[in-house]
């Protein structure tokens, strides 16, 4: 027996509302218990309800102040439904409606929240055919929301709603490279909360779209600043939180509801399933939550077990400085609290070009669509398991699905462009080769050098080009931020004189266009129709530059 719609769910505290209820209700409005009968009518009498519900305790002792409720708002004239599953004696004319329905119980979830977590393992039997261990994945793109983010995401809202950091109505802050978000989203869709997420300008568009079909707002920033620069995605959600009304911000780098999550849930999961059997636990390493609370737990039932990071290359997780690298999602360029380093006991750094590579191996060989992130614990699990044995179990958590990357790793055009996949015949790679002893490999100035710098770095190398770059090589791309050319500098200087002592950063153009190492020495003619010259990428790597001279010179001397 479904209960009837009502148009106001009226409450009295202690009590919460049954999801059921709420869900079915236009609105739902929390009564104090020493709230007067007359200011609530009062209160009514402005909405004009059809239907009023009432929701209380102590419905079967005479002194029920949800009995006097539900006996004077009849009285004042609005239809009223007392919902209990208590044998009560109602008021003359306010009609009872059981909480729980009846009849016999279907397999339902009350709500998508329900639907979070115990998610299955799967043999990844095709692809770890050459390591001699098990080897198993924790499916988390199964979650409803379709990542391993969804359960800390419940959790910590979760927490927030108990210690009363976030009512309904609030506004969830939240900086995120888009699953958190997802699954912030979803919550807040079903409790009834804005959402506004800062994300880095390297997250898909898809995963954007995505957190906008939820209803959240959604602020891109860039990714190349530093974590404390003012526009970056972390300092732009502290921001918004301070500047809005009734905002909590998660913050799942800080939030112990985020490990705790994994410990509570995930981890028990994975041991239940391997039947204790666990040896090897491999994860992607972003916030730390999941492998610290995971981790947590399989040690807390034998200490033997290895805990095993895998890190992009150039996060700080496994010794890099934090610098830009294109995977999603994992990685970081400080150190959050929700990282228990006590807990990993190796972490494995892998480069883009395996960690995209790898994914689309599990994809075509496994039948799983995953992300990148997937890519890089696959890529660590099977290097780990080429030294294992038969009896060991080494389970992979797969984070997410690769639906928000269509337009990247599954885009054969975005893979070489970015130079990791390679065509047959004259490539990039061949010219560029060709320039080999000629010049340095990537000539290049950074923004805060001077023009006269930079016109005599053209000068002694004789080029009329070169990038503009934050950082010394080996580059990621994000690291470019611009160009200059003897043209563009020639206008800025002629007739001004001081100009020469401006920082290139104030005058440069955008950044070349791009080529991968693998793409045609055709399709790099084509590219240079529109453009002086192009950066050629390896793996998202700036490793040169080619002009129209420069294929002149390969394609004369073959």
Known sequence: MQPPRVDVLLVVEPSVAPPVLAARSRRVVHVPARQSSASLVGELRGIIPGLV????????????????????????????????????????????????????????????????GNTPLLRLDRVGRDVPCHLLAKLETLNPGGSVKDRPARAMLDAARAEGLLRRGGTVVEPTSGNTGVGLAMVAAIRGYRCIFTVPDKVAEEKRQLLRAFGAAVVVCPTTVAPDDPASYYAVADRLTAETPGAFQPNQYRNA????AHEDTTGPEIWRQTAGRITHFVAGVGTGGTISGV???????????????????????????????LVEGIGEDFWPDTYDPGVVDRVVAVSDRDSFLTARRVTREEGILVGGSTGTAVWAALEIGKSLGPDDVVVVLVPDSGRGYLTKLYDDGWMADHGFVRAHGATAEAVLSSKEGRLPPLVHVHPDETVRAAIALLDEYSVSQV????????????????????????ERTLGHPEAFDEPVGAVMDPPLVTVGLGETAEYVAERLQGSPAVLVLDGGHPVGILTRSDLLSYFERR
């Open 257 to 260: 509801a985020n490990p705790r």
């Open 295 to 325: 981790g947590r737990f399989l040690k807390s039932q034998n200490p033997a077990i290895q805990v095993v990071g895998a890190d992009p290359e150039g996060s700080i997780y496994s010794g890099g400085g934090g610098r830009p690298y």
């Open 53 to 116: 519900g009432v929701v209380g305790e102590g419905l079967t002792t005479g002194t029920s102040f949800a009995l006097r409720v539900a006996d004077e708002l009849h009285r004042a004239g609005f239809p009223t439904v007392l919902f209990t599953d208590e044998a009560v004696i109602a008021p003359a004319g306010v009609t009872v409606h059981p909480v729980t329905d009846p009849g016999p119980p279907m397999d339902a979830a009350g709500s998508v929240l329900d639907l979070v």
């Open 467 to 490: 990038p503009v770059v934050k950082a010394e090589p080996p580059l990621a791309l994000a690291e470019v931020v611009g160009s200059v050319t003897d043209r563009l500098l020639l």
